[in-house]
């Protein structure tokens, strides 16, 4: 297993310039994390001129990058939406390849005002079908998120892996985000274990706030448990959203790495 995060509590301050991405790159290799996420819209962050350059920073700081975190709104109902949604995530296949990740996140997006649950989870399938091929050329796995708003229920995400029909769409297993449709991520990883190639350890409190890593209401245990089963070793990524910054995800971190080995 190796760790990585996601900081979405630096998120404001990376995207308003006031802190640098160089900053963060430099926090994640103190805390002796083995990468990071880069998340698209780091991409237009202040002091960020290129990707390569980016990716340079990465490697030079002795870190990896776990995966590339995009999103989409995948739920269009013209074909014509579609094949840009599906172009999309080609030009996020493109960003792994700079990153030498083998892995792009992506999102199913909102919910359309104008057409059914069942025909926008077919849609969302059609953009995913559609992107598998030129991901398998480039090397690439797209690894669809248990994410709000379409897939945070267990049988919307299971109905869509379905809908694709293909083993080669992955998943990212986010290990809270069931908690805002009213579920746990227990049943949704012993369901998809075998087909998880990366996780967002995020925990949320009662409120669903975000919360430090193991002081929240998700069964970590448990979840853990459910993957090891299916064959799980591969990336565990802290999504930091406590607003106690480095402390914080130093402690989530700890605790990660206590309950993967515990379980």
């Given amino acids: 297993m ?39 819209p780091f991409l237009q962050a202040s002091g960020v001129r290129s990707s390569e ?26 074909q014509k939406e579609r094949r840009k949604q599906i172009q999309s995530i080609n030009r996020d296949v493109d960003q792994a390849g700079i990153f030498q990740t083998s892995i792009v996140r992506m999102t199913a ?37 248990d994410h709000h708003y379409i897939g945070t229920s267990t049988k919307d995400f299971t109905t869509i ?33 075998k087909r998880v190639v990366h996780v967002h350890a995020s925990d949320r409190d009662e409120r669903l706030e975000h919360s430090v890593a193991g002081e929240g209401c998700v069964p970590f245990p448990e979840i853990f448990q459910a993957l090891k089963a299916a064959g799980f070793d591969g990336w565990i990524s802290l999504e930091a959203g406590s607003p106690g910054g480095k402390k914080d995800i130093m402690e989530g971190i700890r605790y990660i ?4 080995e515990s379980a």
């Avoid at 995966?67 to 013209?78: K, R, W």
Wanted: charged residues 25%; aromatic residues 6%; negative net charge.
């Fill in 161 to 193: 892996l379905d809908l694709v029909d293909d083993e080669r769409l992955k998943v990212n297993l986010d290990t809270s985000n069931p908690m805002t449709d009213g579920e746990n991520a227990i049943e949704l990883a012993g369901q998809v274990g």
């Fill in 2 to 40: 190796k760790t990585s995060c996601i900081p979405i509590c630096f998120f404001e301050e990376i995207q308003s310039g006031k802190m640098p991405l160089s900053e963060w790159i430099a926090m994640a290799a103190d805390i002796g994390l083995d990468g990071t996420e880069v998340y698209r």
């Fill in 53 to 78: 350059e980016l990716a340079d920073q990465v490697h030079e700081a002795g870190l990896e990058v776990s995966m590339f975190t995009s999103y989409g709104q995948l739920a269009v109902a013209t």
């Fill in 257 to 260: 790495k206590k309950m993967w």
């Fill in 109 to 145: 997006g909102d919910w359309p005002p104008d057409c059914s649950r069942d025909e926008a989870l077919r849609n969302v399938a059609r953009c995913l079908k559609g992107a598998l091929d030129y991901a398998e050329e480039k090397g690439v796995m797209i690894a669809l998120e």
